[in-house]
């Protein structure tokens, strides 16, 4: 956590805005197909050959959604895409282009940045995705970072927030609640370096729930997983901001109610001990934490004997007619009303 005085600096105003965009992405090519035209026009040229085209956009600023005191740049950079990714996958699609733009201070050096594209880098590697375009300007206070996400899919692969109808079951990839409580060791560990500045934490025991907080991983393996089983969802969402508003979020678009069994809610070990440690309900962890991005989404009935079994796939629940609600079922089998309590940005 210490910071290396001694780092090389090459400011900004040396490069000038257009060149600071090409010196950053002059190591992208294209490799989509659909990719005619990337960084350096007045805009990005992409022909799906008659696919329907999926944009999302997210907005990261510091001091908000990030803190550069424990998140390394690299990691911030590959979390920033995965966050955009994550909404590509949660319409059923596949990302096959991104947009990046930063508004910065001049605190920041031209390393800090390459080391930002570093991350975004890995990332349009690991996904397949190409960096098209983006923006950079200044900044009074802090980093900015807008990703767009662009993706494609068929009009009859699309899977939208309605759709589910009473008696779907309920299904979430992965697990819940890492992201959350990787954030509160970080936090932790921060307020202890602030007193004691030579302490070097020991993140071992938590590994696996810091890596959820720093570098997160968007569920492409999931849309894929669930073309090769012949499953198409009737709704799907991320979980960007907790199970909870998630849920909320599916019954209101389908005008439908839900029953979430808290016993099924999956949680990896290092979740339950570190939730102990923290003195917190797990299961509230895994409503409102946030973070995960792992999907979110219904199935027919008749597919459960496709996905029975499959380690990465959890039913926690089923739909409900719209006057039944939307209730937890806790381990007791007492009936709780589920309310969003996710993250939002704007509480301060």
Request: hydrophobic share 40%; charged share 25%; glycine share 8%.
């Amino acid at each position: 956590m210490l910071e290396d005085k001694n780092q090389e600096r090459t400011s900004l105003e040396e490069l000038g805005e257009f060149g600071l965009i090409d010196h950053l992405t002059k190591n992208f090519e294209l490799k989509q197909p659909s990719s005619i035209v990337g960084v350096g026009d007045d805009a990005a040229v992409m022909d799906h050959n008659g696919k329907k085209i999926i944009v999302s956009t997210d907005m990261l600023v510091e001091g908000v959604h990030f803190d550069l005191s424990y998140m390394p740049l690299k990691h911030l950079g590959y979390k920033s895409v995965m966050v955009n990714l994550s909404d590509i996958y949660a319409m059923n699609a596949m990302a096959t282009q991104i947009t990046v733009s930063l508004a910065i201070s001049n605190r920041f050096p031209l390393e800090a940045l390459e080391e930002f594209y570093e991350g975004v880098a890995l990332a349009c590697k690991l996904y397949n995705v190409d960096l098209v375009g983006g923006d950079t300007t200044s900044s009074t206070r802090g980093m900015i970072v807008s990703v767009t996400a662009i993706g494609a899919a068929d009009d009859n692969d699309i899977v939208y927030r309605k759709g589910s109808k009473p008696n779907d079951l309920l299904v979430v990839s992965g697990d819940l609640g890492g992201a959350y409580l990787g954030l509160q060791v970080l936090e932790r560990e921060k307020e202890v370096f602030k007193v004691n500045p030579n302490s070097q934490p020991d993140l071992e025991p938590y590994s696996y729930i810091v890596e959820r907080q720093l570098k997160p991983e968007a569920r492409k393996d999931i849309v894929e997983l669930l073309k090769k089983l012949e499953v198409k969802p009737t709704s799907m969402v991320d979980i960007s901001d907790g199970l909870s508003s998630e849920v909320i979020h599916l019954c209101k678009h389908s005008d439908i109610g839900c029953n979430v069994f808290e016993e099924k809610i999956p949680l990896d070990p290092t979740v339950i001990s570190a939730s102990e440690e923290f003195k917190m309900d797990s299961t509230m962890i895994a409503l409102s934490g946030g973070e995960d991005y792992e999907l979110l989404f219904t199935i027919d009935q008749a597919d459960f004997p496709k996905i029975k079994g499959n380690p990465n796939l959890t039913v926690i629940g089923h739909m409900t007619e719209k006057n039944e609600g939307i209730h937890l079922i806790t381990r007791a089998e007492t009936k709780i009303p589920i309310t969003a309590q996710g993250w939002n940005s704007f509480n301060g």
